[in-house]
């Protein structure tokens, strides 16, 4: 699958969140042809 400008765009917002929210940890994404599926956690433990 060739990602879209806006698919690439999203696909490194995600991977970026840690290095901009302190407690926030991406358990896993997937960049689809019209949507994005993720999982977060944003605990404070």
Known sequence: MQLSGTGILADVLL???KN????????GYVVMPDHVNENYDNSTV
């Open 15 to 17: 991977y970026e969140i």
């Open 20 to 27: 901009h929210e302190q407690n926030v940890e991406l358990g």
